[in-house]
């Protein structure tokens, strides 16, 4: 892609989500959406290939008939209340409607199906900024109209969100599936505790995209999208493959990395809301990630291929490169939890 054209396309897309992001005019917002959405597709088809034709498309048909729905939910409460900005949505249908197409926005459970697809079928850097920057959008508009939200409705999708990312993730081995899959989940903690405390929303939603880059662009380095290429790499580049195995473990939310501090915080925070048995089935549901990612782990260090080569050493001499830019990224990342009684004075 011509340089030009590629920095003119990121730009409508940053575009887009800041105008929804700073905007209080619904239209305003539908129409940075719409930037987004159609600014993205190119990104998506940038190493042209059917299968991200398909991806493309269903990202499409998706984002698209989510727009439709948003647009509705906006004509329906504009009726009732007379006015564009974002204030409480007085009508109950309007509310449903809106949540709705978001939830379709975010992938959440029920509407979740499209995710791994797409993801799977992009490249490893369209993917990252599908699973990071284009969260930020519907988040940033849940969190302004959170008040009005069913909360019934929105609890029932954050749970099933969290079980079907666990499961979901169990027969991948497909890197791009599993970290869709784990950001299906990540969806779901999020929008439980949004209800009650949308702050914690914010800090789950910056770990989760600290963890997400690091990860990516470690895959990006090491050029791996399967189970079995992370697998190999541990022969070429131990160090590299540790720190990933060690980036998903926190994602996860195995303690004592960085994953496990939002996990910690949403549950005691839903508990002092006196509300037990949801918090318990998500620890439990987000047990079924740890174990996938436990058994990526096991699969990829503990287990070494058998091969003729005597050049075991040879990883010392890789490039590093990569070690000027990640290790920031990967502190914040894997080693932040004694930070928690702070973030707890913050929120």
Known sequence: MNPLIFSMI???????????MTSSHWLLIWIGFEMNMLAIIPILMKNYNPRSMEASTK???????????????????????????????????????????LAMKLGLAPFHFWMPEVTQGISLPSGLILLTWQKLAPLSVLY??????????????????VAIGGWGGLNQTQLRKIMAYSSIGHMGWMT??????????????????????????????????TTLSLSHMWNKMPLITAIILTLMLSLGGLPPLT?????????????????????????????????????????????????????????QFENTKWMT?????????????PLTPMMVLLD
Request: zero cysteines; hydrophobic letters at 55%; aromatic letters at 10%.
């Open 192 to 225: 439980a505790i949004l209800i009650y405390n949308p702050t914690m929303t914010l800090l789950n939603l910056s770990l989760y995209i600290a963890m997400t880059l690091s990860t990516f662009m470690l895959f990006i380095t090491t050029a791996s999208t």
């Open 144 to 161: 302004l109209i959170s008040p009005s939200i069913n909360m019934n409705m929105l609890l029932l999708m954050a749970l099933a969100s």
């Open 59 to 101: 990202y499409f048909l998706t984002q698209a008939t989510a727009s439709m729905l948003l647009m509705l939910a906006v004509v329906i409460n504009l009726l009732y209340s007379g006015q564009w900005t974002i204030t409480k949505m007085i009508n109950p249908t309007a509310s449903i409607i809106m949540t709705l197409a």
């Open 259 to 315: 994953g496990f501090m939002p996990k910690w915080m949403i549950i005691q925070e839903l508990t002092k809301n006196q509300s037990i048995i949801i918090p318990t089935i998500m620890a439990i549901t987000a047990l079924l990630n740890l174990f996938f990612y436990m058994r990526l782990t096991y699969a990829t260090s503990l287990t070494m291929f058998p091969t003729t080569n005597n050049t075991k050493i040879k990883w």
């Open 325 to 337: 830019y990640m290790p920031p990224l990967i502190i914040i990342s894997t080693m932040i939890l």
């Open 10 to 20: 990121m730009t409508t897309v940053i575009l887009g989500t800041m105008i929804v």
